[in-house]
């Protein structure tokens, strides 16, 4: 199956940027999702099919994904992005959903 | 406004079934598919399978295999999801989120759902 790798931990001052990555088998080769979630909310989608944002997401939100890794940047992180992100693919070979095991983004 | 609503919490024995529900308003739901996700206290978030709507076909994850169930009723816009023989790592709450499928994929997961807590305790 397929196997989604983030670092358990990301620590940036407000103001500044952050880079949370994910790593895959030739992800570049698929829409990777990336999706906000806050203690005791469901998931929030901010940025879809590597690149692209929801209608309401701050600009300060951006994705890339080339190679084997995917990374979602947040420029001039604020006190409110704290939160858990997760990548997720769709692994079409086994027609199945796949998260990365989660990033929590702590704001200094 | 494209918004899903799910049932309330569950207390369930082990060994017993939970259905829980997945309503959709504000958008055309036969044109979509469901995905159900989990999430463990603490833990990652775990996915379990998909239906899709207009069709009822399903697939669901190998480790849910044998005891999940997704279920779908047009007339009322609502998805089921139904998980048997629980134990108490079925302890999570429970999400469902919308997602279109075609083509040997599916795309992103939007919205989600507000979750629904089932615990697992005898």
Redesign the interface.
């Known amino acids: 199956s397929y196997v989604l790798t983030q670092p358990p931990s990301v620590s940036v001052a407000p103001g500044q940027t952050a880079r949370i990555t994910c790593g895959g088998n030739n992800i570049g080769s698929k829409g990777v999702h990336w999706s906000q979630q806050k203690p005791g909310q469901a998931p929030v989608l901010v940025v879809y099919d590597d690149s692209d944002r929801p209608s309401g997401i701050p600009e300060r939100f951006s994705g890339s994904n080339s190679g084997n890794t995917a990374t979602l940047t947040i420029s001039r992180v604020e006190a409110g992005d704290e939160a858990d992100y997760y990548c997720q693919v769709w692994d079409s070979s086994s027609d199945h959903g796949v998260f990365g095991g989660g990033t929590k983004l702590t704001v200094l | 406004q494209m918004q899903l609503v799910q049932s309330g919490p569950e207390v369930k024995k082990p060994g017993t079934s939970v259905k829980v529900s997945c309503k959709a308003s504000g958008f055309t739901f036969t044109r979509s598919a469901v995905?159900w996700?989990r999430q463990a206290r603490g833990q990652?978030?775990?996915?379990i399978g998909?239906i899709v709507v207009g069709y009822g076909n399903t697939?669901y994850?190998q480790k849910f295999q044998e005891r999940v169930t997704i279920t779908r009723d047009v007339s009322t816009n609502t998805v089921y999801m139904e998980l048997s023989s629980l134990k108490s790592e079925d302890t999570a709450v429970y999400?469902c989120?919308s997602s279109y499928c075609g083509g040997?994929?599916?795309?992103?997961?939007?919205?989600?759902?507000?979750?629904t807590l089932v615990t697992v305790s005898s």
């Open positions: 995905q996700v990652r978030l775990e996915w998909w697939n994850a999400y989120a040997g994929s599916c795309s992103y997961f939007d919205p989600w759902g507000q979750g």
